[in-house]
DNA sequence: GCCAACGTTGGC
DNA sequence: GCCAACGTTGGC
């Protein structure tokens, strides 16, 4: 899940409360389906920082609740604001994002690096889905391969 | 700041 | 329902 950090960053959602960070400002109808539709409580998320100097996977996190109607759709002072959604009949939903653990950086260049994951949507050229799912082979490789490295 | 990629809008 | 125009994303 992209965050630009200057937002969130991981720190910002490892300092949080215990629920997590309401993934509030989604308005891509193929992101919100998985939210809907693919995450489950408790699956786990690369923390990923986007729009900024280092993008890349910064932390761990996981998904703390099912989905329900991001608040910021109807409020209209808000930049994520949709005069077209009302309560009644929602358009866009989040889920509850808990931070589990800061990791190091681990960069674009580097993802690219390891042929393991070149399938991964977030390396796709062109790619702009600001989530993304990964699939269980490229979880494992990138906990059991990337995160384990030092930094430097 | 550039610009490729791609989603959305709206006239027809 | 097509598709050109337009807006946004996001790495570089």
Redesign the pocket.
């Known amino acids: 899940m992209?965050s630009?950090p200057d937002e969130t960053s991981i720190d910002d959602a490892l300092a949080a409360k215990a629920d997590g960070v309401p993934w509030t400002?989604v308005?891509?109808?193929?992101a919100r389906n998985f939210m809907r539709d693919a995450m489950r409580v408790g699956d786990g998320v690369l923390f990923?920082?986007?729009?900024?100097?280092e993008?890349?996977i910064a932390g761990l996190a996981e998904v703390n609740s099912t989905s329900y109607p991001d608040p910021t759709q109807f409020d209209p002072s808000s930049p994520y604001y949709d005069p077209?959604s009302t309560p009644e009949n929602p358009r866009w939903l989040l889920v509850d994002v808990r931070a589990r653990k800061k990791t190091r950086l681990i960069?674009?260049?580097e993802l690219?690096e390891h042929d393991e994951l070149s399938e991964m949507i977030?390396l796709?050229?062109?790619?702009?889905?600001?989530i993304t799912p990964v699939t269980t082979a490229e979880w494992n490789y990138i906990l059991h391969h990337l995160m384990a490295k030092k930094s430097h």
């Open positions: 992209k630009e400002g308005r891509n109808y193929q990923y920082h986007s729009s900024c100097a993008p890349g077209k960069g674009l260049p690219r977030i796709r050229r062109g790619n702009r889905l600001s």
